[in-house]
């Protein structure tokens, strides 16, 4: 090295070396390997940098395999430096040398020139601080061990033998620096971080812990690949803010077969650490204070870590003892994102479940609820399974209406083991600040208010003139500012022009726009009887439903042409008439079988309304007293002419023998029960109406004085066939016992 200059009043001088360490990555599988403690051994190898100055690596096992663990520069300048040999580390009370190091104040300085220089500080964060650009490594180097040999072996500035204007530029920023601010002690650059596992058992399907985080730090970052962190009520934790003599716990919920994992805590670890290495003239010799070479002190690289880890491992839970566990993740059914669209869709949840009894059926329900005040929305969903395997997912959706637009819906979800109503309560997820069962409800887009226009046409022939008997409308309504996809509902009603009061003819159509403007058509039937009328349509427009909906926009005007249509005047027309022809349906004739039958009445008519429904009822009477039989028949028919004929069919039981039956019939415009009367027809005489029923076969009755093979020949043949006859004549007498007859 290049001759020291000497101190004005001192004639002894001294070499310092001072090492840098640096943890470029992440702290090692122990933390003992990624730090070294005084008493541990490292190897020093061949110093690098100018002639005169640098530094020396260091690596904390042997042999030296790979990059560098640390870095070291000189601080004994008379003292013959050493490489390629093991050095021991200690503390700044372990120091084997007598120079200016020994006094505490210095030691400061020292540790305030190594925490602001290289390697604990960066090429380009030493730029930035010096203001000097394109600075060299050795440059660096150069300074910052000319800046140290300034306080270890000199107490003024000396000139020292520069190798660029670039290092003396660094050497007084150093030098200025240390004497300004205040001495910094080896506790100030000390970085410490552990982590203790719990000593119990643990098992799967739960929270884990606790793990016992202590550091002198701020915070510090703990991880587990995998896996996730809470606190003692399982509530999740930020993993980058762990605070010292914090307890976390490993989230294993969900996870149920058995396992293992390391949890890691790490620090930022950047400055000098204070830690000394006394280096021995001889490999394998032990350093003394009259007999070692250089002696060194650890620093840490700014880009350095310290840390620790703590291994863990679980068992199974018993299935026996596993209750039912259910994890749920909400998105929008169209595009898998948690962001729904203003105006509503369908949202999926997917529900994962663990512990469950293979081949027993299960319920999921849920509701979406309102993020901001935790309210129930009404929006449910329900899904039955039956699991093939305790563990698996299952999906419930939600359609979500529209009107929720920019409201934040939480799902929550409840398992049950059976149905929603009778079943057993299993799980439970309701978390309504949950990430993952939350999606955003888009704001509604901005629109101008809608706007309806209409016109209104005979349905038939396109114009404005309806037949006098009725028909069909078409409003067409022209809309323009409707919201694409969202449902409108149009509904009106036909108003009597005369006196402005409703008809009670309404007429109602819902569609969903692809397009804000457009039209859509409403129909109107308009019945038989507002011949003569002028009929105008009102409109309105609703957003949703009409009886749910909000009101849009309205079209009610009793002087728009275009809305107006005029019903013709009924044509005058002769009042119907009806005449009817009786007779018996087997022959033809006017005389029923005494054991009955069915008769026909052709109702023969005249001066009916083509397309109208009518009704013919009637009843057959007792010519005798004119009373009803109670034997009745009716038809329903549309004419399609005025005149014309049909039939009613009357079926006679038997017990009618010898009667004279009349047919009354009457004609009803509509129903028998609701229409209106429009003709009749009952005449007693009326021979064309009358049929008669033949009177029943006689009978040779036996009596008590006939002996009855006598009476059948006195053969059991005979006997047979007199039985027969008597029980023939038992039926007629039966048949022609009195019966009850009411009036028409």
Known sequence: M??????????????????????????????????VESGDSVHVGARQGYSGTGMFPVWYKTP????????????????????????HVGGFDEYLGANYFTDPTIQGRV?????????AMTLADLEAATGIAGLSVNDAIEATQYAIWRYTELDYDASWNWESPNSEAV???????????????????????????PSSAQTSDSIVGPFVVNTNQKSVIVSAPGFNFTDASGNPIDPTAVVDGQKIYLDLRGHVAAGSTTVTVTAAAAGPTGGIISVPRTDGSTPTTGDHAQSIVLVQAKTATVGDRADISWTEKAPAVSNPVIGTSLVDSADGDRVLS???????????????????KYTVSGELMNKADGTGTGITGSTTFTPTEANGSTDVAFTVPEGYAGDVLVAYEQLFEGSKTTGKPAAVHKDINDAAQTVTVEKAPAVSNPVIGTSLVDSADGDRVLSWNGGTVIDTVAYQNLTPGVKYTVSGELMNKADGTGTGITGST??????????TDVAFTVPEGYAGDVLVAYEQLFEGSKTTGKPAAVHKDINDAAQTVTVEKAPAVSNPVI???????????????????????????????????YTVSGELMNKADGTGTGITGSTTFTPTEANGSTDVAFTVPEGYAGDVLVAYEQL????????????VHKDINDAAQTVTVEKAPAVTPIGPKHDVLAVTGGTFPGYVIGMASLLLLLGAAARLAPRTRRKL
């Open 579 to 613: 005449g009817t022809s009786l007779v018996d349906s087997a022959d033809g004739d006017r005389v029923l079988s005494w054991n009955g039958g069915t008769v026909i009445d052709t109702v023969a008519y005249q001066n009916l309304t083509p397309g109208v429904k």
């Open 668 to 679: 009803f415009e509509g129903s028998k029960t609701t229409g209106k009367p429009a003709a």
């Open 64 to 87: 030296a395999v790979g990059e560098p663990d640390a870095w070291a520069y000189c601080i004994e300048h008379d003292v013959h430096a050493n490489s390629n040999v093991e050095g």
């Open 510 to 519: 819902t569609f969903t726009p692809t397009e804000a403007n457009g039209s």
């Open 342 to 360: 203003w105006n509503g869709g369908t949202v999926i949840d997917t529900v994962a479940y663990q512990n469950l009894t293979p081949g027993v």
């Open 111 to 119: 540790l305030w020139v190594l925490a602001h220089s290289y390697p």
């Open 171 to 197: 050497y007084w920023y150093l030098v200025n620096g240390a004497n300004t601010n205040p001495v910094m002690k080896p506790s100030d650059v000390q970085v410490t971080a552990s982590i203790t596992a």
């Open 2 to 35: 290049a001759p020291l200059p000497r101190h004005k009043s001192a004639a002894v001088t001294r070499w310092l070396l001072v090492s840098l360490l640096m943890l470029g990555a992440l702290i090692a599988p122990t933390a003992a390997s990624a730090t």
